[in-house]
C-alpha cells in the first residue's frame, strides 16, 4: 500500500558527512498529478523501488540533483531518497485548480450485470475489512464528501443522513466531464532523414547518448527549441535530437490525420488501450478477469486535435498535448479520453499515449 505524508513531516535530519548535506536545501512543491501523488523512488530512476508517494502540493525540501539533472534528492523518512524533477515547481507558481477533486455528486457507474452483491457495497469504514451497512443500485445519484488518502475509498453521504465508505472504481462524477482543448505548445509527429540519427540526455552534442534512431522512423516532439534542437519522446524517455533534415508527420494516422500506432494507458483501473496502425483496437482492464475488448476504429470525427472515434464499444477523443500519469517522470505527447461501456454500464477513463 502506497504511504501518504503530508507535508510537516518534512523536517530533514542531517545525512553522514561528504554526501549531499553540503547542499542548500530548496523549497520545492509536488505539481499535481493525475494520480494525485509522485512516487518516491530508492535511487535515480524508474528501475528503483517505489518506496512512498507525495501528495499533488505537498512542500518538500530538495537536497540536490542527481547527476543527469532529472532526479531531486529529498530525506524521506531519514533516508536519501528521489523523485522525478519534472513534478517539482517554485512554491511561488500558481497551484492549477483540478478538474474534480473527487467531492460532489456522482452515480453509481460500471457494475457488472452479474456482480454477486447486485450494486455497490456501502461499508463503515474505507476498506473491505469494514462492516456492510447497504447495496446501492447502478445509476444511483450519491454525494461524496471525503475521499481517502489512497484515492481509492470515498466517502458518501446517505439517504437516511448517515454516511458510509464506497469503492471509487465504481463512481463517476455526475458533473459534465473535461474535455480537452487545443493549446499553444501541442506535440506532433516528425519523421528524421534518411539516416541515422542521434538522441541525447541534453540539448548538447556531447551529452550522453539515448539512443540512434533509425533512417525514416516516426517520433513525438514535445517542444520544439532553440538552435535546431527537439524535445522528443522516445522510448518511454525525454530526449533531445537536431531538427535539420526532418519532415513534418510521421507513422500511421487517419484520413482526417488522427495519429494511430499508439498505445495508452491509465490508472484507477489500471487500463490499457491499442490504437494499431491499421485501425484496430484493443482496451484490457488489467485489473479484472475479462478477455481484451477488440475493435476496428470505424468513424473519426473532426479535422483538426482533438480528433474523436468510435470502435464498437468505445468511444474516446484523442488531443496532442503532454500528459502525465502521475507515477512515473514519462512525459506522453498524447492524452486520450475513453468512454467503455459493457454490459449496458460504462466508465470514463483518461489516460495518456505513447508511439508504438
Known amino acids: 500500500m502506497k504511504t501518504l505524508i503530508r507535508a510537516a513531516l518534512f523536517t530533514l535530519p542531517l545525512l553522514a558527512a561528504g554526501s549531499q548535506a553540503a547542499l542548500a536545501e530548496v523549497q520545492k512543491r ?18 528503483y523501488a517505489d518506496i512512498g508517494d507525495l501528495p499533488s502540493g505537498t512542500l518538500v525540501s530538495v537536497l540536490g540533483y542527481d547527476p543527469s539533472g532529472r532526479w531531486a534528492i529529498i530525506n524521506w523518512q531519514g533516508q536519501v531518497a528521489y523523485v522525478a524533477r519534472s513534478f517539482l515547481v517554485d512554491p511561488a507558481q500558481p497551484q492549477p485548480q483540478t478538474a474534480n477533486d473527487g467531492t460532489g455528486m456522482h452515480r453509481v457507474n460500471g457494475i457488472p450485470a452479474n456482480d454477486p452483491d447486485g450494486g455497490l457495497v456501502v461499508r463503515i469504514g474505507p476498506g473491505t475489512g469494514f462492516g456492510r451497512l447497504l447495496v446501492l443500485p447502478e445509476g444511483t445519484a450519491i454525494n461524496v464528501v471525503e475521499v481517502s488518502p489512497n484515492r481509492k475509498w470515498s466517502r458518501v453521504e446517505l439517504s437516511d443522513g448517515g454516511y458510509g465508505w464506497v469503492r471509487n472504481r465504481y463512481l463517476r462524477s455526475a458533473a459534465p466531464q473535461p474535455q480537452p482543448q487545443p493549446q499553444p505548445g501541442a506535440t506532433y509527429v516528425v519523421t528524421t532523414p534518411g539516416y541515422p540519427v542521434q538522441v541525447f540526455e541534453f540539448p548538447n552534442d556531447t551529452a550522453p547518448q539515448i539512443t540512434i534512431l533509425a533512417p525514416n522512423t516516426p517520433i513525438a516532439v514535445l517542444e520544439p527549441l532553440s538552435g535546431d534542437w527537439l524535445k522528443v519522446s522516445v522510448q518511454g524517455q525525454v530526449g533531445y535530437m537536431h531538427e535539420t533534415g526532418t519532415a513534418m508527420g510521421g507513422g500511421s494516422t487517419s484520413p482526417q490525420g488522427m495519429q494511430a500506432g499508439l498505445t495508452c494507458a491509465g490508472t484507477e483501473p ?12 484493443s482496451f484490457e482492464d488489467v485489473g479484472s478477469q475479462g478477455a481484451p475488448i477488440t475493435g476496428a476504429i470505424t468513424s473519426v470525427g473532426g479535422t483538426s486535435y482533438p480528433y474523436s472515434f468510435q470502435s464498437g464499444a468505445i468511444s474516446g477523443q484523442l488531443n496532442n498535448q503532454q500528459c502525465s500519469d502521475g507515477m512515473s517522470d514519462i512525459i506522453y505527447p498524447f492524452e486520450l479520453f475513453l468512454t467503455v461501456t459493457t454490459n449496458a ?8 499515449c505513447l508511439l508504438q
Open 30 to 47: 509536488v505539481k499535481n498529478t493525475n494520480s494525485g501523488y509522485l512516487n518516491v523512488r530508492s535511487g535515480p530512476g524508474t528501475n
Open 270 to 281: 489500471f487500463w490499457t488501450f491499442q490504437i494499431n496502425s491499421n485501425g484496430t483496437t
Open 345 to 352: 454500464s460504462s466508465q470514463n477513463l483518461q489516460g495518456c
